[in-house]
C-alpha cells in the first residue's frame, strides 16, 4: 500500500521560502506521477504542481506559477515543493499525493493516494 509522508512546512515571513518534501513508500515510486495540493480554512483544495513518474513535465497552479518549482528524486523516493516568495495567502495546509494510471493530474479526486499533510503559515 501507497504510503505518503510531507515535512518541511512551518512559520515564515512574507517574502520568506520553504521547501517541502513527500516521502514515498510501500510502491515502485518512478511509477506514480506526484502532486501538490493545499486547503485553507473554509475553502476548497486547490491545485498547486504535479510531476509526471519521471519528472519530464510539470504542471502548476496559476496562483503560484513561477514562484513554486516541484521536483523529484527517484532515487530518494521523495518529491519536492520549493516555495519562494511566499505571501500570507499561501497559508495553508499542503498536501502530496500518488497516482500511477494517467500521469500528472491537476483534479484531486484523480489521485487515490494522499499525505496527512504539513501546515505552512506565512506571515505578514
Known amino acids: 500500500q501507497v504510503q505518503l509522508v510531507e515535512s518541511g512546512g512551518g512559520l515564515v515571513q512574507a517574502g520568506g521560502s520553504l521547501r517541502l518534501s513527500c516521502l514515498f513508500s510501500?510502491?515502485?515510486?518512478?511509477?506514480?506521477?506526484m502532486g501538490w495540493f493545499r486547503q485553507a480554512p473554509g475553502t476548497e483544495r486547490e491545485f498547486v504542481g504535479a510531476?509526471?513518474?519521471?519528472?519530464?513535465?510539470?504542471y502548476y497552479g496559476d496562483s503560484v506559477e513561477g514562484r513554486f518549482t516541484i521536483s523529484r528524486d527517484n532515487a530518494k523516493n521523495t518529491a519536492y515543493l520549493q516555495m519562494n516568495d511566499l505571501k500570507p495567502e499561501d497559508t495553508a495546509l499542503y498536501y502530496c499525493?500518488?497516482?500511477?494510471?494517467?500521469?500528472?493530474?491537476?483534479?484531486?479526486?484523480?489521485?487515490?493516494?494522499w499525505g496527512q499533510g504539513t501546515q505552512v503559515t506565512v506571515s505578514s
Open positions: 499525493a500518488a497516482r500511477r494510471i494517467g500521469g500528472a493530474s491537476t483534479v484531486a479526486p484523480n489521485y487515490p493516494y
Open positions: 510501500g510502491r515502485t515510486f518512478s511509477s506514480y506521477a
Open positions: 510531476i509526471s513518474n519521471i519528472g519530464g513535465n510539470t
